[in-house]
């Protein structure tokens, strides 16, 4: 499975391996910034928790924009309402 960029800084991520006890272990880690999953005893599922990390930030990145924009489309709502004589 390819790794996708990192969700912080773009930067290229690696997959290591590594002992731990008897068990091997998998990580991924941003290369640039030093973000990393958690130790995990399966290679794939590592992965998909890395590239799923991309998802989420982005959709977390759209919930931010939508709830910014929140007040300022209520507040020229009510001013247009008001520019054109509509009364709560």
Same mark, same amino acid.
Request: hydrophobic share 45%; charged share 25%; aromatic share 8%.
């Given at each position: 499975?390819?790794?996708?960029?990192?969700? $912080? $800084?773009?930067?290229?991520? @690696?997959?290591?391996?590594?002992?731990?006890? #008897?068990?091997?272990?998998w990580?991924?880690t941003?290369?640039? $910034?030093?973000?990393s999953?958690?130790? @995990? @005893? #399966? +290679? *794939?599922?590592?992965?998909?928790?890395w590239?799923? +990390?991309?998802?989420?930030?982005?959709?977390?990145?759209?919930?931010?924009?939508?709830?910014?924009?929140?007040?300022?489309?209520?507040? *020229? *709502?009510?001013?247009g309402?008001?520019?054109?004589?509509?009364?709560?």
């Open positions: 499975m390819k790794l996708e960029k990192c969700p $912080c $800084c773009l930067g290229q991520a @690696d997959l290591a391996s590594m002992m731990v006890g #008897d068990m091997e272990m990580q991924v941003c290369s640039s $910034c030093g973000l999953t958690e130790l @995990d @005893d #399966d +290679r *794939a599922f590592s992965e998909e928790r590239n799923k +990390r991309l998802e989420h930030s982005k959709l977390k990145m759209w919930v931010t924009l939508l709830a910014s924009f929140l007040p300022f489309l209520a507040v *020229a *709502a009510f001013l309402g008001s520019f054109m004589g509509l009364r709560l």
